[in-house]
């Protein structure tokens, strides 16, 4: 067997071309023949001591695998899931996991190694070539193919049948029908709910601190500082509703900086005494974003690094996003609680097919 | 330099310099329209501190913040800013910067307290600010951490990452790791809102709410791993490009050992 294998690609060149090769260095076609390096032998072949020497160390790397398994299970009896240990590089983590981990780990790897080095150095040792073959079949079975296809169609009547063939393409012509009508049916149409946020539905809506819960009044901001806030009432709205939709459209930031350095607004006086409020959906893809940095107004978003500046109408400055941030115009109502006048000058979050 | 230490003992116009701090303090925390971060606690602030801090001002921070802390071209106006301010960007090594950087980093602080503390009386002295926080606002040992990592979630964690462990922000800034951060820095950052973070006064999150947030950082600095290595708690990321790194460099070094041949 080695010694036929040893000779260039025979079966190789028969099967193709059915007649002689030149094996000097290319065939008819151009292709290369590479010439087999000269078979040496592994040590193994040649000296049956170096054999059982390998023997043994595939035998030794089959043990040690087996026994990391066993030592796996071992290590999930004894460990208490809870127990923790530290270790270097790694931190303080359960023994339990790291032993299981790390036993199971390499027993599979010792396991692996022995069946490699098994291979390497005990099953036999010989070079030997596979050819390619063509990707186009020979003339005869080219032609039998049409053949068989020709005889096919005259068999089926495709031809012969005008009746059949005419209904069976207009019924097909109809598959995609239903998927069209399907398509155009995907739920009650949002109407003006992409548009509306409950800021709008009084004239004035006070402002709730989303995470003390308290109303937020004007004095309560220092420069430089950030709420993340929603309208008041929108707990009652949720509960009425069972959805956070509201919630969804109508939170907010709001920030203060020094009224100089506002830059342009989206309505005149929108502010007030410096403090902005701006909608917490981006108009990208609605992520919700409050990574405010109050020395250069910025407002990043997370997901796709859309970037707006605040000082200036909530402008795009970078990223994917196409529209300005939708800000609220802020006021103060009798009580002194500081207060929106009225909903956002555009639709909240990311543009929608119907917007346009 | 003689003349300064000279300063130090009791002189007749230190109690002069003393009734001149106490009015400019007034005044100017009349003038910060945001009357609940002012919080001039200027206890035991001695007339022999601010000259001190006045000398270290001097010499080692006047170049960028200007001769009275008025600001230059590289560094902000510290007028009203506050001893907090001072305590947290001193004490956290952020200032003095090594060099001109986009975001002063975390180092190993560069002054003692003492001189820190100095600073900071020298500091609120130019202009009333959030003082240093006292240790019972930022003691958290009744806080509830569950609350805490709740308010954390809304305010904190969209810069400093879910687990604390910071993030990027535009043009090379970044949210720092919040996992060396002292109680009292946690606190004097919220009031102050130093570099790019926004201000969390006492107003918009009530002291007790800070308790409970310093609570949740505690809580994250000291909490184990036990599904193993963290890769820093950023997440699936780190983890794909970890694995995928380590697993298929194991695929390539066993490809090689297979294919190398056997002698």
């Known amino acids: ?356 | 330099m003689a003349n300064i230490s000279g300063s130090r003992r009791r002189r007749p116009y230190a109690s002069a310099l003393l009734l001149l701090t106490a009015l400019t303090t007034t005044g100017a925390a009349y003038a910060v329209t945001t009357s609940a971060i002012a919080n001039p606690r200027t206890s035991e602030v001695t007339a022999a501190q601010i000259q001190e801090g006045k000398r270290l001002f001097t010499e080692g921070c006047s170049s960028c913040h200007g001769l009275a802390g008025q600001g230059g071209s590289s560094g902000p106006s510290l007028i009203g800013v506050g001893a907090a301010a001072v305590d947290f960007q001193v004490g956290t090594g952020r200032m003095p910067m090594a060099q001109a950087q986009v975001q002063a980093m975390r180092k190993d602080p560069v002054y003692t307290q003492a001189e820190i503390d100095a600073l900071a009386a020298y500091v609120s002295s130019l202009g009333a600010g959030p003082g240093v926080p006292d240790p019972s606002q930022y003691d958290f040992s009744n806080a509830n951490v569950a609350r805490g990592g709740e308010i954390y979630r809304l305010n904190c964690s969209q810069c400093h990452n879910y687990a604390g462990k910071g993030g990027a922000l535009s043009d090379g800034k970044y949210a720092p790791t919040l996992m060396k951060a002292t109680p009292k820095q946690i606190y004097e950052a919220m009031i102050t809102g130093p570099q790019g973070m926004p201000v969390f006064s006492d107003a918009q999150i009530p002291a007790k709410d800070k308790q409970d947030i310093i609570a949740y950082i505690d809580y994250l600095q000291n909490a184990p791993d036990p599904g193993g290595a963290a890769l820093g708690r950023f997440g699936p990321v780190t983890e794909t490009v970890f694995l995928f790194t380590a697993a298929i460099g194991a695929v390539i070094a066993v490809t090689i050992w297979i294919g190398a041949k056997s002698r």
């Open chain 1, 1 to 356: 067997m080695s010694e036929q294998s040893n000779l260039p690609a025979t079966h190789g060149a028969h099967d193709n071309h059915g007649g002689e090769v030149d094996y000097a260095t290319r065939d008819e076609r151009g292709r290369y023949i590479l010439p087999l390096e000269e078979h040496t032998p592994r040590i193994t072949d040649i000296d049956p001591r170096a054999a059982k020497r390998a023997e043994r160390q595939v035998a030794w790397l089959f043990t040690l695998g087996g026994a990391c398994l066993a030592g796996g299970v071992a290590a999930y009896v004894a460990f208490d899931s809870r127990e923790l240990i530290s270790v270097p590089t790694i931190g303080r983590v359960s023994a339990s996991n790291f032993w299981l981990g790390t036993l199971i780990g390499l027993g599979s790897f010792f396991i692996g190694a022995a069946a490699i080095h098994w291979a390497r150095r005990l099953m036999p040792g010989e070079e030997a070539v596979d050819h390619r073959h063509p990707l186009r079949g020979d003339e005869q079975s080219r032609a039998s193919a049409i053949e068989q296809f020709k005889r096919g169609a005259a068999e089926s009547g495709f031809l012969s049948r005008p009746l059949v063939r005419r209904t069976m393409l207009g019924a097909m012509a109809l598959f995609p029908l239903p998927l069209v009508v399907l398509l155009g049916d995907l739920g009650p149409s949002p109407k003006e709910k992409l548009r509306h946020t409950m800021w709008g539905d009084k004239r004035m809506t006070r402002i709730v601190n989303q995470g003390s819960g308290e109303l937020v009044r004007p004095e309560d901001m220092a420069v430089g500082g950030l709420i993340n806030a929603i309208p008041e009432g929108l707990e009652r709205i949720q509960e009425e509703t069972g959805t956070q939709n509201e919630r969804a459209k109508s939170s907010i930031i709001l920030v203060r900086m020094n009224p100089s350095e506002i830059k342009a607004q989206q309505g005149e006086g929108w502010d007030y005494e410096g403090i902005l409020a701006y909608s917490k959906i981006c108009t990208h893809v609605g992520c919700p974003i409050s990574l405010y940095q109050q020395r250069t107004h910025a407002l990043l978003c997370p997901c796709h690094q859309s970037t707006f500046d605040l000082s200036d109408a909530g402008r795009v400055v970078f990223g994917p996003a196409a529209r300005h941030m939708p800000q609220l115009r802020l006021g103060v109502d009798a009580e002194g609680y500081l207060v929106a006048l009225g909903d956002f000058a555009e639709p909240v979050g990311p543009s929608f097919w119907e917007r346009g």
